[in-house]
């Protein structure tokens, strides 16, 4: 049972562009969702997150939204870096189960192209 | 500050032996948390340690067991080891644990291979 689904396994965008990932859940328990950012041979780095009490958080070029309806969330890249070329996960947890078991997507490989 | 360290950064078994892999979290960080990645599943959880105590436990077998030392070091052990354990194998260590997310460093993981 995957509670949190990226569909797009890969993406590819022009420098300069906005980069849109695209995250999808299905338990309406999840409170807390993370971005994580992975490079080859390298652990995730977290990115970016936001609460349930929020549809938008934004940090620099990366602004994550949510949209608790459709249980969806997507983080915006703007303006996409070469060195943004990296594998993207979305994750997410709820407090009630133990905040630190992050449940993670599938990945989307975002490849910028120059 | 030194990050996640994670020993070996590759292995190779075979199946039926068994693997010991072992995290050292961020100085100050209590928390230790594992997880699996495979092509096919992503990263799961596996389980989570916060001052010596499993404190959450993904869906895996029994075979699949951890700990944690007064240290905050944190070793994860597999035991008759198959085919399927070939993976990624990550630590992530924050400072607290609980109800309150607390953000997650992650080592660079140990590449298990099961032949």
């Known amino acids: 049972d995957q509670q949190v689904k990226q569909n797009s396994p890969s993406l590819s965008v022009q420098e300069g562009r906005i980069s849109i990932l695209n995250c999808d859940y299905t338990?309406?328990?999840?409170?807390?969702f993370l971005w994580y950012k992975k490079y080859p041979a390298e652990g995730p780095t977290f990115l970016i997150s936001i609460s349930s009490i929020k549809d938008k958080n934004e940090d620099g070029r990366f602004t994550v939204f949510l949209n608790k309806s459709a249980k969806h969330l997507s983080l915006h890249i703007v303006p996409s870096q070469p060195g943004d070329s990296a594998v993207y996960f979305c994750a997410a947890t709820h407090r009630a189960q133990g905040a630190q078991k992050l449940v993670f997507g599938q990945g989307t490989r975002l490849t910028i192209n120059p | 500050k030194a990050g996640v360290t994670q020993t070996p950064r590759y292995l190779i078994k075979t199946r039926g032996q068994q693997v010991t892999l072992s995290c050292s979290p961020i100085s100050g960080h209590r928390s230790v948390s594992w997880y699996q990645q495979t092509p096919g599943q992503g990263l799961q959880f596996l389980f989570e340690y916060f001052s010596e105590t499993q404190r959450n436990k993904g869906n895996f077998p029994g075979r699949f067991s951890g700990r944690q030392f007064s240290n905050s070091r944190s070793e994860m052990n597999v035991s008759t080891l198959e085919l399927g354990d070939s993976a990624l194998y990550l630590c992530?260590?924050?400072w607290g644990a609980g109800a309150t997310y607390n953000e997650q460093f992650f080592g660079p993981g140990t590449r298990l291979t099961v032949l």
């Open positions: 992530a260590s924050s």
């Open positions: 338990n309406s328990m999840f409170d807390y």
